[in-house]
């Protein structure tokens, strides 16, 4: 009796339903969980060829090529037409303009144009009459510009010799070596006054004894000075009014039978080699060092 009351009270189990399905009609039924997971593509919109066509496209592009050709195309249309004499064409909105600069003559062209054959003669005229303009002419005549450029070398020449200031500003010596290696350089390098033009030679082989510089070999005009009896610091100087003056130094081991065995450091003296393919242009000192050191211990 119990079992059977409990049994009634139970829940009804349920049935399962076989659904028998034709394999013949190419359907396989797949539970709805294996449907969750796979992709359904988005469905593809038509492509508008007419509107698309009308677009540059991207550069590099099947469409960007056909849209360039459509409109090197039109344009090539258009100056055909206008070249017939076609008027009131519409105007092409795809055109490209090209930006063209707007052509301007230089100078020594319109100079050219204006001179023909003599336009360097009239040039250099110009140039002539621009130096001697008193614009142009910078006004150095009056004290205060005067006293500017002598303060202005000083510093030049302080700032030269910064190394060996104390040396240069209170060794006699020193100072006399400077005034002799610039005349001498002037007889060398520069414009001399002779009584017949002499033969420029290699070298001039000069030597210092300490009061004068005494020549050994060669004679002024000369290609080269070389400098012997100098010490280090004597030579550092000479370096730096080389720089100075503008002329080129160089230190090297001279063979010479006039060198003492002690004293086979050489200092070379030499003008730029631009003056040299100058023809008529000679070196010359811009101001004089040995001045300026003179003032600069009287003051």
């Known amino acids: 009796m119990e079992s059977s009351h409990l049994q009634s009270l139970s829940p009804p189990r349920q049935q399962s339903v076989m659904i028998d399905v034709p394999m013949h009609s190419g359907f396989l039924y797949r539970p709805a969980s294996w449907r969750i997971g796979s992709r359904e593509r988005a469905p593809k919109h038509e492509r508008d060829s007419l509107r698309s066509r009308s677009k540059e496209g991207r550069p590099g592009s099947r469409k960007h090529r056909r849209w360039t050709r459509s409109v090197e195309l039109v344009s090539s249309l258009r100056r055909v037409m206008s070249a017939q004499g076609e008027q009131n064409l519409p105007q092409d909105e795809d055109a490209v303009e090209e ?8 100078a020594f062209y319109r100079l050219l144009e204006h ?9 250099a ?16 005549n009056t004290a205060k510009n005067a006293a500017w450029l002598a303060e202005e070398r000083r510093r030049h020449v302080r700032r030269s010799f910064q190394d060996v200031w104390q040396y240069v500003s209170h060794d006699e010596s020193c100072r006399d070596l400077i005034a002799k290696l610039e005349d001498q350089t002037q007889n060398a390098f520069g414009v001399c006054e002779r009584t017949e033009p002499a033969e420029e030679t290699l070298q001039w082989l000069l030597s210092w004894d300490g009061n004068q510089l005494v020549s050994q070999s060669g004679a002024p005009p000369a290609e080269e000075i ?3 009896g100098l010490d280090p610091v004597q030579r550092k100087v000479v370096h730096q009014l080389a720089r100075l003056i503008g002329l080129q130094s160089e230190s090297r081991i001279c063979e010479s039978e006039f060198a003492l065995a002690s004293q086979r450091k050489a200092l070379a003296l030499r003008p730029p080699r631009s003056l040299k393919c100058r023809a008529g242009v000679v070196w010359a000192a811009p101001f004089s060092v ?3 050191l003179a003032n600069v211990v009287e003051s």
């Open 290 to 292: 040995s001045e300026v």
């Open 226 to 228: 070389l400098l012997l």
């Open 115 to 123: 001179e023909g054959a003599n336009a360097l003669d009239a040039w």
């Open 125 to 140: 005229e110009a140039e002539r009459k621009r130096e001697l303009s008193p614009r142009a002419r910078p006004k150095m």
């Open 99 to 106: 930006a063209r600069q707007e052509y301007r003559p230089s």
